[in-house]
């Protein structure tokens, strides 16, 4: 017997951008894995050479889509590209698939985003606020829409520490439909060049652009059954469909990697702030469980004459300290060390950019310097100093998300799964209450070293990889001891020539 959400996905034509994205992949997959959908349009361009055929046809060994294939081996046939770029005008869709979607299109969840804080404004305002308007346009077009679900971030409002499931207007220097007719006046030079005044008090061109979104879903989605979900940050699958599941090296589990890779060694942390972060597949299931609640109260007749916001990050009895996340990722020294690894894994947290360059000269410069002297003497390419200004790029991108503690009410999304049915709560669980963060990263550090280090945790690996780490533990205290000798040493010259005078 079906549920309540997989009756309302039965047979239904699904529009998703994002597709290929991290959250958007595991979206589709969970769609596909437990109801019946008729078929889902997902927007895609081509990449780096391949065309999107090709690229849709790569999902299948995917490892995000194996349970889902072995249980439903034509499952990925459900799936149709659409040719288009976020970047271009009106998605850069055709016509004749334009008519296409809006024909046969119910649901439409809009989730494509670059998620780079760094981007350049042009590039960052086309795709996260003008994309969201050709959105809108197009859904505006679908005859038979039942639902507009826009996936935000909660960090879309983060010039407030206290968040609230509603809209922020206020906050912005420009209203969203200026700014696009600034866009359309000017060079992408001179609006990159205007980014200081037109982003004002958010900390990066991502945040102010997905707040832009949001803004252009206030003034032009009242009269579409429209749905906005806002996730924290996002990181490795909990539980579905397999555990520990990651595609990327963005944000926390960037750190995780370099930490454990022996790369990185110094982070602008507060230890003491509360981290905001959510499981991949709470996300999705909590995407397909706000489709089905805009669509359950329509069909009743219950719209909600404003726009139903629903936010997912760490509950209030569950909470979790950028400490502890430090903290877990180190237990992958012993839980499941890589065998390729460049030293030791330890980490210092600085909580003021004082001292940072200085930290970062001695801990991370200096090595890279002398490890790319040895791979030139080797006749090898050096890379570990262009390696490390990524990293030092990356971490002052972080900073302002790694200092501060953030509160976001989540009314909605706790009435909301209140309203689904045990069966569905079971099934698309978001509930980050239970979540045991413990269990939860050990699973995670398991599934980075799979996922992005590319070895397995088999029981020989786990071995070599301890062994590995028990000899660079050795090294390393070493020749912290022997530094600190010298240091000692150097201090003790000193104080007697400081006495002689």
């Not at 089905?292 to 069909?299: G, H, P, S, V, Y």
């Not at 020294?333 to 980490?347: E, H, M």
């Not at 660079?472 to 201090?491: D, E, P, Q, R, T």
Request: charged share 25%.
């Amino acid at each position: 017997m079906e549920s309540d959400i997989q009756n309302c996905f039965r047979s239904k034509t699904i529009f998703l951008t994002g597709a290929t994205g991290f959250l958007g992949k595991v979206v589709i997959e969970k769609i596909l894995r437990t109801t019946e959908v008729k078929r889902i349009y997902v927007l895609v361009r081509p990449k780096r050479g391949v065309d999107i055929q090709e690229r849709m046809a790569a999902w299948s060994k995917d490892p995000i889509f194996g349970v889902l294939l072995k249980s439903k081996p034509e499952a990925l046939q459900r799936i149709s590209p659409i040719f288009g770029d976020c970047r271009d005008s009106n998605l850069g869709i055709r016509e004749i698939d334009r008519r296409l979607l809006a024909a046969e299109v119910q649901i439409v969840i809009h989730g494509a985003a670059t998620v780079r804080f760094n981007e350049p404004l042009h590039v960052a305002l086309a795709i996260n606020t003008r994309a969201t308007r050709s959105m809108i346009h197009l859904a505006k077009e679908m005859k038979q829409l039942e639902v507009f679900l826009h996936i935000s971030t909660a960090f879309s409002n983060c010039v407030l520490l206290h968040v609230e499931e509603k809209f922020y207007p206020e906050h912005l220097t420009c209203t969203s439909d200026k700014v696009l007719a600034i866009s359309e006046m000017v060079s992408d030079e001179v609006l990159d060049q205007m980014e200081p005044a037109l982003v004002g008090q958010f900390p990066n061109t991502y945040t102010y652009t997905k707040a832009l979104a949001e803004d252009i879903i206030l003034r032009e989605a009242c009269d579409l059954p429209v749905c906005i979900f806002r996730p924290a940050i996002i990181i490795a699958t909990h539980k579905e469909p397999v555990t520990g599941w990651i595609d990327n090296m963005y944000g926390p589990i960037a750190i995780l990697y370099g930490v454990a890779k022996g790369v990185l060694r110094v982070a602008l942390i507060n230890k003491d702030a509360q981290a905001s972060l959510v499981p991949v597949d709470y996300c999705a299931n909590l995407t397909i469980a706000c489709a089905w609640k805009t669509i359950d109260e329509n069909q009743k007749g219950r719209r909600q004459k404003e726009t139903p916001i629903y936010q997912l990050s760490v509950d209030d009895g569950n909470k979790l300290s950028h400490g502890d996340f430090i903290e877990y990722a180190l237990d992958g020294r012993q839980q499941c060390p890589l065998t390729r690894t460049l030293w030791y894994p330890f980490i210092v947290c600085l909580s003021s950019p004082r001292f940072f360059p200085i930290a970062t000269f001695f801990l991370h410069t200096i090595p890279g310097y002398f490890i790319d002297i040895v791979l030139r003497l080797r006749g090898r390419k050096p890379r570990l100093l262009n390696i490390y200004r990524r990293v030092h790029k990356m971490l002052s991108v972080l900073g302002p998300f790694s200092k501060n503690s953030w509160v976001f009410d989540m009314r909605n999304t706790d009435h909301l799964r209140e309203l689904m049915s045990e069966e569905d709560r079971r099934m698309y669980a978001f509930d980050m209450d239970r979540l045991d963060w413990q269990a939860y990263f050990r699973n995670a550090l398991l599934g980075m070293r799979l996922y992005l280090g590319k070895e397995a945790p088999t029981a020989l690996s786990l071995s070599q990889g301890l062994q590995l780490s028990e000899r660079l533990k050795i090294i390393h205290y070493s020749l912290m001891i022997l530094l600190c000798w010298v240091a000692g040493f150097i201090l003790f010259w000193l104080m007697k020539l400081i006495v002689k005078f």
